[in-house]
């Protein structure tokens, strides 16, 4: 495996699954009652959180410490950064503290990819920007595979603001990798222009799609990413692109649902949508759990290549 | 380059796992409150053979499981990062219980060292016996083991490698000289 993790696209099959089986054996150790492993001890982990997150940091530190790792978090604001701090200095005050890997997540897109270069240790992305979030994608591929048994052939339907989405451009690559075939639904105001060189299908009727869907997910509406007219109105948007009752109904019956949170109830998803046995929301948080520290294991719990 | 010699082969492997759960039988009286933990791969192989022997001589079914001990290995950093094996208890788990752990080849002992640390984690067992195949010498910590299948004098140079039938489609104990793999 690579020393660093930043594109979902950087990982080849083997990678992907050498990941997936980690964290299927690591998945026990969260059932039982001393929940810590010994692996990581003496390593540092440092969490550089540019962005506001709190289910990502949470899952990261929860991770490093189920294995052991001394954790550093640093998050932005009222730090040095508010001072007009560079990312290069922040770097190099972090290697300069022994940091072993940095987990960053940052608004602008390549950020973790710069980071690489200046430091030492491994470097996790934990969301850039509009780009990349690969260890949401790893996660949702886990949880997936522990519901519907494996994922090549299995079609995969990504509805929503694909635009914005680190999420869902990360899902395609390592969904691809994998063998899944995967369908993005969005209005066309709400897709990248380089989506045709995407490994997917690309729609805008997620009616036509449904049927024949054995994953749906759900993407957020960012508002706070909505700065021009995308759609006309919330209402709209949920009328054609939000998963309700109904559309749940037209899924087929082992067909599940997903969403990475944070989620507007009523908006892409319906409450009784979310709250059902087939939704894999809550899951997806505990499985992200187990993704990171198999990440983080297999990154930082062998010889570490210089 | 390398020079290989059976030391056990298939009816050896046989006869010395049937001692060995007759062993068990009789130092635990009868097996009682007994859990195998095998050590994976190849000792959670043998751990439910000597399930499967133990049950057939005294009709009781003893708790088989694995216990993977990758996590807690001491030289983790010398090699890249492995993939794991399985940790599999029973559902009555360990506490209480007189666990033996079971592997294929004893040699520096350091295995041994993390599975203990491993079941620390996973409970509090009454006791803890191990079983193994091979006893190869050449210990590194203050380890021994309380059922050994076979007692090989071996040079640190050498290799036992063992194969079995459910992974390797054989059973028999090599002995290999200089390096080979």
Known sequence: MNRHLISAGDLSRDDALLILDTAEELARVSERSIKKLPTLRGRTVVNLFFEDSTRTRISFEAAAKRLSADV???????????????????????????ADAVVIRHSASGAPHRLANWVHGSVVNAGDGTHEHPTQALLDAFSMRRRLGGLDGRRVTVVGDV????VARSNVLLLHTLGAQVTLVAPPTLLPVSVDTWPCEVSYDLDAVLPKSDVVMMLR?????????????????????????????????????????????????????????????????????TIRMAVLYLLLGGEIAQ | ??????????????????????????????????????????????????????????????????????????DLRLRPARPLGRTELP????????????????????????ALDALNDLGRPTAVQLATLVDRGH????????????????????????????IDGRDAVLLMKEGGR
């Not at chain 1, 635009?163 to 680190?166: E, F, Q, Y």
């Not at chain 1, 919330?234 to 969403?259: N, Q, T």
């Not at chain 2, 559902?91 to 993390?114: E, F, N, Q």
């Open chain 1, 72 to 98: 550093i978090n640093f998050s932005a604001k009222g730090s040095s950064v508010s001072k007009g701090e560079s990312l290069k200095d922040t770097a190099l005050t972090l290697e300069a503290m022994g």
């Open chain 1, 163 to 166: 635009l914005h989405s680190r």
């Open chain 1, 221 to 289: 509406v960012q508002k706070e990413r909505m700065n021009a007219a995308f759609f006309p109105s919330e209402r709209e948007y949920s009328r054609r692109y939000g998963l309700d009752r109904d559309r749940f109904a037209r899924m087929p019956d082992d067909a599940i649902v997903m969403h990475p949170g944070p989620m507007n109830r009523g908006m892409e998803i319906a409450a009784e949508v979310a709250d059902s046995a087939r939704s894999t929301i809550v899951e997806q948080v505990a499985n992200g759990v």
């Open chain 2, 1 to 74: 380059m390398s020079e290989s010699r059976a030391v056990l082969e298939g009816p050896d492997i046989h006869r010395a796992l049937t001692r060995i759960a007759h062993e068990i039988l009789e130092r635990t009286k009868g097996a009682d409150e007994v859990v195998l933990l095998g050590i994976p791969t190849r000792g959670a192989t043998l751990a439910r053979r000597l399930g499967d022997r133990i049950e057939r001589f005294e009709g009781v079914k003893i708790p088989v499981g694995s216990i993977d001990i990758t996590m807690y290995r001491d």
């Open chain 2, 91 to 114: 559902p009555d788990g360990i506490d209480g219980k007189t666990v033996v752990l079971v592997d294929d080849v004893l040699y520096s002992g350091r295995t041994v060292r993390a």
């Open chain 2, 139 to 166: 210990r590194e910590l203050p380890i021994r083991a309380d059922y050994v299948g076979k007692n090989l004098p071996t040079a640190k140079s050498e290799k036992v490698k063992v194969y079995l039938q459910e």
